[in-house]
């Protein structure tokens, strides 16, 4: 689900970036966002402000443990934050709100909690056992900053940690398609 909405500033349009203090912005856009959402029962999965061919993009995507996220809790959060954004940014950008998506690539540690219990594409620079798999599908059990993701592997019927630093990459999976 997405919903894109574009929004001027009523200060200066023409603001460069390079004037403004990024992680200033985000620091005061990010309680914004996360109290936003937690009165609407989501979680920020990530959000992210960026320049794509000569325009700024405010990306926030969000996320429900308890229900999918639908176009209408998009159209929402981008309504409830609108007036908010537009006094805290001082130049022209589009807001995008959008859920995950099915095949979400993990970019933080936070998301492996976040999608706990959800299945995951793992790709592994060495094997963790004799079988010599550096690539299979598994189910979040937990994660732990110390001592890395435990998951379900679906093969061996069983728990497995794996340290953080052997994965090269997780991305969330569906058999949907």
């Not at 403004?20 to 609407?40: Q, S």
Request: with cysteine; net charge negative.
């Amino acid at each position: 689900m997405k919903r894109d909405k574009y929004n001027k500033s009523q200060s200066n349009d023409n603001a460069p970036f390079e004037y403004v203090n990024k992680h200033e912005l985000m620091a005061k856009l990010e309680p914004l966002i996360d109290n936003t959402l937690m009165r609407f029962g989501l979680i920020p999965v990530e959000v992210e402000l960026v320049k794509e061919n000569h325009r700024w993009f405010l990306r926030i995507f969000i996320y429900s443990t308890e229900r999918e996220v639908n176009l209408e809790d998009c159209e929402r959060v981008s309504r409830s934050l609108s007036d908010f954004l537009e006094e805290l940014i001082p130049f022209k950008y589009y807001l995008e709100v959008s859920s995950p998506g099915i095949e979400r690539k993990i970019k933080a540690n936070k998301e492996f909690l976040i999608f706990k219990g959800k299945d995951i594409n793992l790709k592994l620079k060495e094997a963790i056992d004799e079988s010599g798999e550096k690539q299979f599908v598994a189910k979040i059990v937990d994660f732990d900053e110390n001592e890395g993701l435990t998951v379900f592997s679906y093969k061996d019927k069983k728990d497995i940690l794996i340290k953080r630093d052997n994965i090269i990459s997780a991305k969330l999976y569906s058999s949907e398609i």
